[in-house]
């Protein structure tokens, strides 16, 4: 059992930045691809990001691409998700994911193994 714990969010103005954290204990989280995902209020949850086991391979939605920034560290068991630029369309609570396999599209394609209980970004306009 892999328990993950997500850190980092907050409010924030638009055009600020956020880190989030996701720190996995109880497995081998570092074996595993990872990604992240958010839920808006009224909307169904949505792929954000991903990453593969190594670290070497990502993945992002079309919205964030060139203003997130998804890594890992293995040896910490950490994943970060670096939010640049953020807008007001970016609030939602983020989830971070581990998949079932070690590669992106794992994370894109699939169904995550494990979630964590999500953190709250809201982007003031």
């Known amino acids: 059992q892999v328990l993950l714990e997500e850190s980092g969010g907050g409010l924030v103005q638009a055009g600020g930045s956020l880190r989030l954290s996701c720190a996995a204990s109880?497995?081998?989280?570092?074996?595993?691809?990872a990604g992240w995902f958010r839920q808006a209020p009224g909307k169904e949850r949505e792929f954000v990001a991903a990453i593969n086991w190594s670290g070497h391979n990502t993945y992002y939605t079309d919205s964030v691409q060139g203003r997130f920034t998804v890594s890992r560290d293995r040896a910490a068991n950490t994943v970060y998700l670096q939010m640049n630029s953020l807008k007001p369309e970016d609030t939602a609570v983020y989830y971070c994911?581990?998949?079932?396999?070690?590669?992106?599209?794992?994370?894109?394609?699939?169904?995550?193994?494990?979630w964590g209980q999500g953190t709250q970004v809201t982007v003031s306009s």
């Open positions: 109880g497995g081998t989280f570092s074996n595993y691809a």
């Open positions: 994911a581990q998949a079932s396999g070690t590669s992106s599209t794992d994370v894109v394609g699939g169904v995550p193994k494990y």
